[in-house]
């Protein structure tokens, strides 16, 4: 009789053999598999607004709150508003809110999970796992059941749903899909990070919430895994994921959150002023631990692809890191041009790398992402031929 306990990071399993009633164990490894990452896409609302659009189809007239939009770093964001006028954040019901939520999650996260596999070839049919990443909306069932319904996702495909881990939770899906890829080598894995962040917009005229409505903008972003034996070949272009870590600061636990408002009836974001210097106090702890563990330091990385937190969490990630604002540049360009898209921001700066056709066989990239908890989750890469 034989139990297979699969190891952590899936590095080897543990075999007890039931031999004349005395149990045995030895070890072996995993076939020596790697999982790489062969593309990623993304997709937003046609409907874009500048902050100054904002502000005034939202009749904010406090040049304070106009302030907090206009210095943002933010130039635009894509929003699934069609027309902001009249306050529609303030107008819509609850209910509202998340029938626009689930409709433009599934049409967003669809497009751009089709984007993704156009890169490399495959079809949805070819999709063997697929993980759903949001927290702008709660459905039951979740979007990966619905995505098999509105995609012709196979039956028999693989679902995972993480909902409520907020902007750090597109590492955690990437994490899950590279896990059941190293169970499951030559299949497809897909994780998709869709977030309608305007559909938990509320208007109460307060500095916090402000601060949350001039931030957030609709997007979604998708990412395609595959693993394969370290004798053959990668994939061309791949890049593999060698290692991740997560730190979680529990004393931060109230700065960041999406809870009920009761007088409004609906959902919010809350972000504290502190998130910036929570970030950055324990961001060096995180990333040289994650570093040390393979003996590298932060001048050996040649590429950082950073969730685009906003601003001053960006500002203090260098500052503590000592990083320089052409190492961020595809975090601050996201940030300009979309604003802070939650769970799936990282794939966006991840993409513009990909597109800006620099990096080398050997490239060593850390991934990072910020979010409730507080939590810093990061991930070591390295790029293939």
Request: proline content about 3%; charged content about 20%; aromatic content about 6%.
């Amino acid at each position: 009789m034989i139990f297979h306990f699969p190891a952590n990071r899936m590095e080897f399993e543990r075999v007890f053999i039931d031999d004349g009633g005395y149990l045995q164990m030895k070890e072996r490894t995993n076939n020596g598999m790697n999982a790489y990452i062969l593309a990623c896409a993304h997709d937003v609302p046609e409907t874009a607004y500048s902050q100054s659009e904002v502000c005034d189809n939202l009749n904010i007239t406090d040049s304070r709150i106009r302030s907090i939009f206009i210095n943002s770093g933010i130039s635009k964001r894509h929003l699934s508003i069609d027309n902001m006028a009249g306050s529609a954040a303030e107008g819509e019901t609850h209910a509202q809110m998340l029938a626009r939520h689930e409709k433009n999650a599934l049409k967003l996260g669809g497009n751009a999970i089709r984007k993704c596999l156009d890169k490399i070839g495959m079809r949805i049919e070819d999709i063997d796992c697929i993980c759903c990443v949001t927290s702008t909306g709660f459905l039951v069932p979740a979007l990966s059941a619905r995505f098999c319904e509105s995609l012709g996702v196979s039956d028999f495909c693989n679902r995972i749903d993480i909902v409520g881990m907020g902007c750090s939770a597109g590492l955690n899906g990437l994490d899950a899909v590279k896990n059941w890829s190293l169970a499951n080598p030559g299949k497809l894995a897909v994780v998709v990070c869709t977030e309608i962040c305007s559909a938990a917009y509320i208007e109460d005229g307060t500095l916090p919430t402000a601060v949350v409505n001039s931030l957030f903008g609709d997007g979604a972003s998708a990412a395609a895994v595959v693993s394969s034996s370290e004798d053959d070949a990668p994939p061309a272009g791949a890049i593999k994921l060698r290692a991740k870590l997560s730190l979680t600061e529990p004393s931060a636990i109230g700065m960041m959150k999406f809870d009920w408002n009761d007088e409004q009836h609906k959902n919010r974001f809350y972000l504290s002023k502190d998130v910036p210097y929570v970030v950055g106090s324990k961001v060096e702890k995180v990333v040289h631990k994650l570093l040390g563990e393979h003996q590298l330091n932060v001048s050996d990385i040649d590429h950082w692809v950073v969730h685009s937190g906003g601003k001053k969490v960006l500002d203090s990630i260098c500052i503590n890191l000592g990083l320089t604002k052409s190492d961020l540049r595809h975090t601050r360009s996201v940030l300009n041009d979309f604003g802070n898209l939650s769970s799936g921001s990282f794939l966006f700066s991840l993409e513009r790398l990909q597109n800006e056709k620099i990096t080398s066989a050997g490239d060593i990239g850390v991934f990072m992402t910020m979010g409730p908890g507080a939590a810093i989750e990061t991930a070591l890469v390295q790029w293939e031929k």
